[in-house]
């Protein structure tokens, strides 16, 4: 097969050439999940992307692009975590797996595609990793290097958000388990129920304070709750500039809240001050133009 002089230099110098090579991604499609570094770098999962944000000095820039293929790394990216050597994890419904990014910036899999919705992740202080799994309604526990077939951990209907304490209790999140929204999970595998019953209204996300404050968002009620120690909960912060907020996790004494429908990142201090940590523009809804009444007649008799 021959080619001429110029295809040949069109492929050389656009390698994309024949391809469906997407533009480079600059602002946010739907950031559902976020996580936050010791050092302050912030990643943000973005769903529709599909990949990760990498947010730095108030900067954002695409961290990993996935595919719009599905089955492929990412393509459904829901949730993250960092692990306890500082690596980002990632949580991917499409391929039913948890991710390890390399130092090449590559995600890597710890399962054989064991995971079916992982919703949220938690890291133990020894590396051990839990993820929640909303199709099985399982948690799953795996060491820090990963396993073929990870142990069923507890068994907690709907699971959405975990997080953990020092002494190694996971607390659970659910949207609607009979044993109530928020359960503690002890390390030998106990489940004891903190808030018994559903106050919330669709919750996605748990954040956990050293002295047993937890922090939840809630999507339908624009809201994000505190919750004391002794499981008594308060809307901390709700409404605008709130609108729907998702993802939730620690920055030091911050939080973060990603919240997709505002395509916004949130950092919330201690004192409800809600500031913007990153965001990008929402398409305003296309405005339509009311037909013409057809004009009246006169009725004939």
Same mark, same amino acid.
């Given at each position: 097969?021959?080619?001429?002089?110029?295809?040949?230099?069109?492929?050389?110098?656009?390698?994309?050439?024949?391809?469906?090579?997407?533009?480079?991604?600059?602002?946010?499609?739907? #950031?559902? &999940?976020?996580?936050?570094? /010791? %050092?302050?770098?912030? *990643?943000?999962? @973005?769903?529709? =992307?599909?990949? $990760? !944000? +990498?947010?730095?000095?108030?900067?954002?820039?695409?961290?990993?692009?996935?595919?719009?293929?599905?089955?492929?790394?990412?393509?459904?990216?829901?949730?993250?975590?960092?692990?306890?050597?500082?690596?980002?994890?990632?949580?991917?419904?499409?391929?039913?797996?948890?991710?390890?990014?390399?130092?090449?910036?590559?995600?890597?899999?710890?399962?054989?595609?064991?995971?079916?919705? #992982?919703? &949220?992740?938690?890291?133990? /202080? %020894?590396?051990?990793? *839990?993820?929640? @799994?909303?199709? =099985?309604?399982? $948690? !799953? +526990?795996?060491?820090?290097?990963?396993?073929?077939?990870?142990?069923?951990?507890?068994?907690?209907?709907?699971?959405?958000?975990?997080?953990?304490?020092?002494?190694?209790?996971?607390?659970?999140?659910?949207?609607?388990?009979?044993?109530?929204?928020?359960?503690?999970?002890?390390?030998?595998?106990?489940?004891?129920?903190?808030?018994?019953?559903?106050?919330?209204?669709?919750?996605?996300?748990?954040?956990?304070?050293?002295?047993?404050?937890?922090?939840?968002?809630?999507?339908?009620?624009?809201?994000?709750?505190?919750?004391?120690?002794?499981?008594?909960?308060?809307?901390?912060?709700?409404?605008?500039?709130?609108?729907?907020?998702?993802?939730?996790?620690?920055?030091?004494?911050?939080?973060?809240?990603?919240?997709?429908?505002?395509?916004?990142?949130?950092?919330?201090?201690?004192?409800?001050?809600?500031?913007?940590?990153?965001?990008?523009?929402?398409?305003?809804?296309?405005?339509?133009?009311?037909?013409?009444?057809?004009?009246?007649?006169?009725?004939?008799?």
């Amino acid at each position: 097969m021959k080619y001429s002089f110029a295809l040949i230099l069109l492929i050389c110098v656009c390698p994309a050439f024949g391809q469906d090579a997407a533009p480079a991604a600059t602002e946010f499609a739907y #950031p559902l &999940a976020v996580t936050a570094q /010791a %050092d302050g770098i912030v *990643y943000v999962a @973005d769903r529709n =992307l599909p990949g $990760i !944000w +990498k947010i730095e000095n108030g900067q954002k820039s695409v961290y990993f692009q996935g595919s719009k293929k599905f089955r492929t790394p990412l393509n459904a990216v829901r949730c993250l975590a960092i692990d306890h050597q500082g690596k980002l994890l990632a949580g991917d419904s499409s391929t039913r797996e948890v991710f390890r990014f390399d130092d090449a910036g590559q995600p890597q899999p710890l399962t054989k595609g064991w995971i079916g919705i #992982p919703m &949220a992740i938690a890291v133990a /202080a %020894d590396g051990t990793i *839990y993820t929640a @799994d909303l199709e =099985l309604h399982r $948690i !799953w +526990k795996m060491p820090a290097e990963g396993s073929e077939m990870p142990t069923e951990f507890a068994v907690i209907n709907s699971p959405r958000g975990l997080t953990i304490d020092a002494e190694g209790n996971l607390w659970v999140l659910s949207t609607s388990s009979k044993d109530g929204q928020i359960q503690k999970v002890t390390p030998d595998g106990k489940i004891e129920p903190l808030i018994k019953d559903h106050p919330f209204n669709l919750p996605h996300n748990i954040v956990r304070m050293e002295d047993g404050t937890m922090f939840v968002t809630d999507n339908y009620e624009h809201a994000v709750w505190k919750i004391s120690p002794d499981g008594k909960p308060e809307k901390f912060v709700s409404g605008a500039p709130l609108d729907r907020p998702v993802g939730l996790c620690r920055s030091g004494a911050n939080l973060l809240i990603a919240d997709p429908h505002i395509r916004t990142i949130f950092t919330l201090a201690p004192d409800k001050t809600l500031t913007v940590l990153a965001s990008s523009p929402v398409a305003a809804p296309a405005v339509t133009t009311p037909a013409a009444a057809p004009p009246a007649t006169e009725d004939k008799k």
